[in-house]
């Protein structure tokens, strides 16, 4: 029973994606979403469980297993655009697939679970920015979280002005924004880390998606938490913390509460274990 309750997660994990998986392959009739979510829901569920096993690479791994998939088959091989462009599309055309279900699971729905974990764990654009030197922020956050909403914005009117416009054969033009978007995203993305000298500044600036995942994960279910019994303030996990997290403090108001990617980071480097 003790062991159960150990790996708990992985196995909730394990247990959702594959609800997932079963009901839209019942409902929609086609066995690419079984395939589809029961390889994330297996990637995600052996990355807690490496996770809880203390292997220092487990995050990494998933980063790569559903990373990799989704940017290369997906999004590559598959042509769908998974990119916010890409969710904009389906949902005026009313589709309920590839890129609808991938936002309410993954960036919607999901994070009142599991928080941010997808840009933790599943994003491709992070997955290159985190082998960046700048793990650790090497300079104060900015005040630059605007351009996410301007990004937003730019991505919903770039798609409504193709419908409006009844510009012909829309899917193709998706197919390389997705390519161009991808160039733009990852381009942006290692010149703000090497300008701020930090990884994830565009997560914390740019990135569009923020705009859904932020609000839904204020209510996440699972979080990192502090024992204020066995804290000793010494200040570390928000030294090491890639997104200036304040996670001494329970509260869902925390300082940047809502830009925790569940890395792990701080819990792994607390020295009286109190997260
Ligand atoms: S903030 Fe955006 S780019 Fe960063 S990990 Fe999350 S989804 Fe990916
Ligand atoms: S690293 Fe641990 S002991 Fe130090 S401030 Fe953070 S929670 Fe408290
Ligand atoms: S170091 Fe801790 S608080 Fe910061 S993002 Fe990672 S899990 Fe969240």
Sequence with gaps: MKRLKKYLIPIIMLVVFEAIAITLWLTKNNIFYLLNFSYIGISLALGTFLLIKKYRHARRIVQLLVGLYMLIYLGLICGENMQIEGFWYYLFTGVFEAATIHY????????????????????????????????????????????????????????????????????????????????????????????????RAFCKYVCPVTVFLKPMSYFALFRVKCDKEKCVDCGKCKRVCPMDVDVTDNSRKRKNGTECILCMECVKNCPKNAL
């Design 104 to 199: 309410a699971v993954a960036k919607i729905f999901g994070p009142l679970l599991f928080g941010r974990g997808w840009c933790g764990y599943a994003c491709w654009t992070a997955m290159v920015l985190d082998f960046l030197p700048y793990k650790t922020p090497a300079q104060p956050r900015k005040k630059l979280g605007w351009i996410r909403y301007v990004m937003f914005a730019v991505s919903l009117v770039f798609v409504s002005a193709l419908f409006l416009a009844h510009v012909g054969n829309i899917e193709r033009i998706m197919f390389w924004a997705f390519i161009a978007g991808n160039v733009l995203y990852y381009g942006a993305g290692i010149v703000l880390a090497f300008v701020f000298r930090d990884n």
